[in-house]
């Protein structure tokens, strides 16, 4: 019964999503068709952007109504700080409209705002789609991303101090409710993560980083699963994983003893040739660890993002209903696998992010 639910509510999401996609490529006003473009669609759901849009109705006509969540833009221009909200860009992906806020002029162009240079009255463009009359202020704007890792961050204190009060509330310490679903996978990054990889007497001061990556990993890529966030991929993006592998950077850099040192700079046990060819490669891989770190989980997460809308995309590339149960077909399998996918890269990068720590803290062997 629990599979046949949860199979349901992951066809459904699927449908939704098709819907979507149905409603942004209905034919425009005037009767003619719009040639449905499968990248534009792609990277426009898998991009970051400034306002979460949700549903068009009545696409291309005069009663067209956009249900959209609108989020601040926050801009530094040479006039200081100026602010508005994204709707005042009404969700126009190709007229580029102009919003005008004390005297400056700004147009959204590719999910990023530009400032029209003095005097102009609207964005031109280049061949490859670039504006040559605008420049970018700095950009502190609240995206869909940000507003979802804010979500995600009130979701996890909300879990983790639901379930610290459980305990509280328990004589025994026996979890109940919530608690009773966060304490195995706490044990699990314990016993099957940090200790092995770290060690019984050094992993205690690491595992509120891992747990906190672990899980902050985990639901974010959930989240991005969920069609009605409209691709709130946080895990997707580079500069997300980034930070992410330069904290793992940082704090393996910084948990570094004598003997890590050692085995970078001048690799013990080995002849002196040896030792100097060794050095820079040692070097080299410091930063290939969270390189790989970075890489690793924003191409997977994206990549499966990009088979799911492409397998849609099909029903609109063919332009025939008959293709539609083979592509929801398709995308309810690869669907399936994204859910697992969620967690093992949580772990992966966990598992990893610890592996590194217990190479940094690993004493010489005698």
């Known amino acids: 019964m629990r599979i046949n639910t949860f199979k349901n509510m992951i066809l459904s999401a699927l449908m939704l999503t098709v819907f979507n996609i149905g409603f942004a490529s209905d034919p425009k006003e005037g009767g003619d068709d719009k040639k449905f473009d499968p990248k534009e669609m792609i990277m426009h759901h898998v991009k970051d952007a400034y306002g979460m849009h949700i549903l068009t109705l009545n696409e291309g006509k005069e009663d067209e109504e956009h249900i959209t969540i609108p989020l601040p833009i926050i801009l530094w221009t040479d006039n200081g700080l100026?602010?508005?909200?994204?709707?005042?860009?009404?969700?126009?992906?190709?007229?580029?409209?102009?919003?005008?806020?004390?005297?400056?002029?700004?147009?959204?162009v590719h999910e990023k705002v530009y400032q029209l240079n003095e005097g102009e009255t609207a964005v031109t463009l280049d061949e490859e789609g670039h504006p040559t009359n605008a420049h970018m202020p700095l950009d502190f704007s609240i995206t869909r991303n940000v507003f979802m890792m804010w979500v995600s961050i009130v979701v996890l204190l909300l879990i983790f101090l639901t379930a610290a009060r459980r305990y509280k509330k328990s004589?025994?310490?026996?979890?109940?409710?919530?608690?009773?679903?966060?304490?195995?996978?706490?044990?699990?990054?314990?016993?099957?993560?940090?200790?092995?990889?770290?060690?019984?007497?050094?992993?205690?001061?690491?595992?509120?980083?891992?747990?906190?990556?672990?899980?902050?990993?985990?639901?974010?890529?959930?989240?991005?699963?969920?069609?009605?966030?409209?691709?709130?991929?946080?895990?997707?993006?580079?500069?997300?994983?980034?930070?992410?592998?330069?904290?793992?950077?940082?704090?393996?850099?910084?948990?570094?003893?004598?003997?890590?040192?050692?085995?970078?700079?001048?690799?013990?046990?080995?002849?002196?040739?040896?030792?100097?060819?060794?050095?820079?490669?040692?070097?080299?891989?410091?930063?290939?660890?969270?390189?790989?770190?970075?890489?690793?989980?924003?191409?997977?997460?994206?990549?499966?993002?990009i088979i799911i809308l492409s397998l849609i995309s099909l029903v609109f590339i063919f332009k025939s209903i008959a293709i539609a149960p083979i592509s929801v077909a398709f995308s309810l399998f690869i669907t399936i696998i994204e859910v697992v996918v969620t967690a093992i890269q949580a772990y992966i990068f966990t598992i990893l992010s610890a592996l590194y720590f217990g190479m940094a803290t690993e004493e010489a062997h005698h």
């Open 82 to 108: 100026t602010t508005f909200m994204s709707s005042e860009f009404h969700h126009d992906y190709h007229g580029h409209q102009v919003v005008e806020k004390g005297g400056q002029r700004f147009v959204n």
């Open 171 to 305: 004589d025994e310490n026996v979890p109940s409710g919530i608690a009773s679903f966060v304490e195995p996978l706490i044990v699990f990054v314990r016993d099957e993560i940090a200790k092995p990889m770290i060690g019984e007497h050094k992993y205690k001061r690491y595992m509120p980083y891992l747990l906190t990556v672990f899980f902050f990993i985990w639901i974010n890529n959930i989240f991005g699963l969920i069609p009605i966030l409209n691709g709130a991929n946080l895990s997707g993006n580079i500069a997300f994983t980034f930070t992410l592998a330069v904290i793992t950077f940082i704090i393996t850099t910084f948990s570094g003893n004598k003997n890590y040192w050692k085995h970078i700079f001048w690799m013990p046990g080995v002849p002196v040739p040896m030792k100097i060819f060794l050095m820079p490669i040692e070097i080299v891989g410091m930063f290939v660890k969270p390189v790989s770190l970075m890489i690793r989980l924003f191409a997977n997460i994206t990549a499966g993002h």
